[in-house]
């Protein structure tokens, strides 16, 4: 069942910047092996002229920060949940106020 | 002391009642945990029967707040208060139950969103 990623919980999910930031000064990939790329289901991550970069952002699932766990490096790091949870509660005041 | 955050059970009726099907069960406890003031937010799939019970005397403590989103109130208080009286806890004073049956998932999120502010207030 191919899910709809274009919304997060009825929110547009372009709007919500939740996706991995990748240190380069940390990004290692030729000792890794590209271990983000390999692992990230939603391909967020790419190869370009030999490194990583975050190819599709608006990919990533929201709240999920698995791949950060991955890079043996440290390079990989995310919004804090408090950050999200304020994106959301406004957006979510923002959709409902439009609603009405 | 309680800890200050409720948290938030949801028991989705094995997952084939007819009274959530108007419901996105894993829409709804993302919106929950993700936006509202909760400790942390989980689904049982059937608190009613006996494993259920068993989860409770495990799972519950004396002194926290619980918002339970499942069926009819009194109903809950019925099948819940005895398995966490054996506890030490206490339904009517630790529980607030939520009918979240026949609902969309927006409805469902504001019933628990007005119940966690009123709590928090």
């Known amino acids: 069942m191919v899910r709809d990623r274009s919304t997060y919980t009825g929110l547009p ?15 290692k990939p030729q000792e890794c092996g590209f271990h983000c790329l390999n692992f990230c289901p939603f391909k967020v991550f790419s190869r ?3 490194v990583a970069v975050v ?10 920060e698995s791949c950060r766990f991955q890079c043996p490096f440290g390079a990989i790091s995310f919004p804090t949940r408090e950050e999200l949870r304020k994106t959301l509660r406004s957006l979510r005041e923002e959709l409902n106020s439009n609603a009405k | 002391m309680s800890e200050s955050k409720p948290k938030f059970l949801m028991c989705i009726c094995t ?11 894993w829409e709804l406890i993302n919106m929950i945990r993700g936006e509202l003031d909760v400790e942390y937010a989980i689904v049982h799939p059937q608190l009613c ?7 409770l005397k495990d799972y519950i403590k004396p ?8 069926c009819d109130p009194t109903m809950q208080r019925k099948m819940f208060k005895d398995a966490m009286a054996e506890v030490g806890a206490n339904f009517d004073s630790q529980v607030i139950p ?24």
């Open chain 1, 13 to 27: 999910r372009s709007r919500i910047n939740w996706f991995p930031r990748i240190d380069k000064s940390k990004c």
């Open chain 2, 15 to 25: 997952g084939q009642c007819p009274g959530f099907s108007k419901l996105n069960l």
């Open chain 1, 55 to 64: 190819a599709q952002p608006y990919e990533c699932n929201v709240g999920d």
């Open chain 2, 49 to 55: 029967v006996e494993d259920g019970d068993r989860f």
């Open chain 1, 48 to 50: 370009v002229d030999g």
């Open chain 2, 98 to 121: 939520l009918d979240l049956r026949n609902m969309e998932t927006e409805q469902a999120f504001q019933k628990v969103k007005e119940t966690v502010e009123a709590l928090n207030k």
């Open chain 2, 63 to 70: 002194g926290v707040k619980y918002i339970i989103g499942a």
